[in-house]
């Protein structure tokens, strides 16, 4: 797998699988089916061959290229009733 993830914070935004390849440039990140219009390389890492936590939400990990840790700024979403 891979995640992309914001420089600043290590906030990981999304996960992918490790095919195909994630293109980076100065304006978007292009992955196999969609554009990230808000990340590129100026304020975005991709990380390949990682393995990310069972529950992963974006935005609920962090990722410092090595390990993943809890956000603790991540607010669980409300349920829907």
């Known amino acids: 797998m891979q995640t992309i993830t914001f420089k600043d914070s290590n906030i990981?935004?999304?996960i992918h699988a490790d095919n195909p390849t994630i293109i980076v440039t100065a304006e978007t990140i292009t992955c196999s089916n969609f554009i990230i219009g808000d990340m590129n390389s100026s304020n975005a890492l991709v990380y390949t061959g990682v393995t990310p936590p069972g529950d992963w939400i974006g935005?609920?990990?962090l990722f410092d290229?090595?390990?993943?840790?809890?956000?603790?700024?991540?607010?669980e979403p409300a349920e829907i009733e």
């Open 12 to 14: 990981s935004a999304y």
């Open 65 to 75: 290229g090595t390990t993943w840790s809890a956000n603790p700024k991540y607010v």
């Open 59 to 61: 935005g609920k990990y």
